[in-house]
């Protein structure tokens, strides 16, 4: 019916005015307060029945000391914004930078002595990533080809300046790892859950073992 919906929504204001256990309760995320006939509905038992039965949770409840996470269940896959990359895994290739459609990352190495049998190792000097910008397409994740580089799980980036929206490498290498399954079917064979489960380290999200230094070396001595 046309002007339910307005209707619909002064019930809701008004209910918010009249209903003591919305009045004394204010939704805060990422953290709810419970409210009296909350607490009673999660019981499934009646506001009165509950109340006779648990004053002091009554009482909590309405001084706003009872609280519970306001989250929604995240997919594995959610491609976050802070993305998780490893500074061990990562050769500054910059295929990365590449393939990001948008050019919004920015990668400068320099020589750096290291893994010269493999074919030297860059040092990383600036690995910026304007995620201002950032589409979440996840490509650059696609393009790494050593697992290098894993969207994040995350959604609360949110800042005053857009100039701190760019997560340099200092902030690359300092964030709790929690990478998303997505484009990562190991983390998925494994049934990573980056909400749930322990941050991981660099060895626990490629695809392959590593070889040590010395296989390498021998591997290429042999040829
Ligand atoms: S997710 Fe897409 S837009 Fe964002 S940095 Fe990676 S490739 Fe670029
Ligand atoms: S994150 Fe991956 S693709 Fe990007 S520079 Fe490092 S190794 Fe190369």
């Known amino acids: 019916m046309y002007g339910f919906g307005v209707i619909k929504a002064f019930s809701i204001t008004l209910k918010n005015f009249l209903i003591p256990s919305r009045m004394f309760t204010h939704h805060q995320y990422p953290d709810r307060k419970l409210g009296p006939l909350d607490l009673a509905k999660q019981a499934d038992k009646n506001i009165l029945?509950?109340?006779?039965?648990?004053?002091?949770?009554i009482i909590k409840s309405l001084l706003?000391?009872?609280?519970?996470?306001?989250?929604?269940?995240?997919?594995?896959?959610?491609?976050?914004?802070?993305?998780?990359?490893?500074?061990?895994?990562?050769?500054?290739?910059?295929?990365?930078?590449?393939?990001?459609?948008?050019?919004?990352i920015e990668i400068v190495t320099e020589r750096s002595g290291d893994y010269l049998q493999d074919g030297e190792k860059y040092k990383i000097d600036v690995f910026d990533i304007d995620i201002g910008r950032c589409m979440f397409c996840g490509l650059c994740v696609e393009a790494c080809p050593y697992d290098a580089l894993h969207m994040g799980s995350g959604f609360e980036e949110g800042v005053y300046d857009r100039q701190n929206l760019i997560v340099d490498?200092?902030?690359?290498?300092?964030?709790?790892?929690?990478?998303?399954?997505?484009?990562?079917?190991?983390?998925?064979e494994e049934s990573y859950n980056p909400q749930g489960n322990d941050p991981l380290e660099w060895s626990q999200v490629g695809r392959h073992v590593r070889p040590s230094s010395k296989d390498q070396q021998g591997k290429w001595a042999d040829r």
């Open 49 to 57: 029945l509950y109340a006779l039965k648990n004053p002091k949770n």
């Open 64 to 104: 706003g000391l009872v609280v519970q996470s306001d989250k929604f269940p995240q997919h594995a896959r959610f491609r976050g914004q802070e993305f998780a990359w490893y500074e061990q895994r990562c050769t500054g290739c910059a295929s990365c930078a590449k393939y990001c459609p948008l050019g919004i």
């Open 169 to 188: 490498v200092e902030k690359l290498k300092k964030s709790t790892k929690h990478p998303s399954a997505w484009f990562r079917p190991q983390l998925n």
